[in-house]
């Protein structure tokens, strides 16, 4: 399965502790809570371990308040794994549609559900 293509925000599950968490400002908490962000995945190759992507964390507008991050990718059948200063984050695919991602940040967990565009 081609884990390539945009995919747009559907629902989030605990997004305020786990930007407290991690350091995000209260203002920027406050302009993300209602952003439908996209995000796009560019899948090169058949990958195993290694490949180096880069996606942006937080959208609160049409420019990404973070900058982009690289990180080693690790593919574990339908699961792309990475670990990035502290914060553990899987995405699994759970049909050719949807992608959960789950991160996180000592005991908090912030849960994303996205839809193919």
Do not use: H
């Not at 081609?2 to 203002?27: I, R, T």
């Not at 899948?43 to 996606?55: E, H, L, N, P």
């Not at 990180?71 to 992608?99: F, H, Q």
């Amino acid at each position: 399965m081609s884990f390539s293509g945009k995919y747009q925000l559907e629902s989030k599950e605990n997004f305020e502790p786990f930007m407290k968490a991690v350091g995000l400002p209260d203002e920027l908490i406050q302009k993300g809570k209602d952003v439908k962000s996209i995000t796009e995945i560019d899948q090169c190759s058949d990958f195993k371990t290694g490949v180096i992507c880069s996606r942006p964390l937080v959208l609160v507008s049409t420019r990404p308040v973070l900058c982009f991050l690289k990180a080693v990718v690790r593919r574990e059948g339908n699961k792309l794994k990475t670990s990035m200063k502290g914060i553990e984050s899987v995405s699994e695919w759970v049909d050719a549609n949807t992608i959960v991602n789950t991160m996180t940040a000592g005991d908090i967990v912030y849960k994303r559900i996205s839809k193919r565009m």
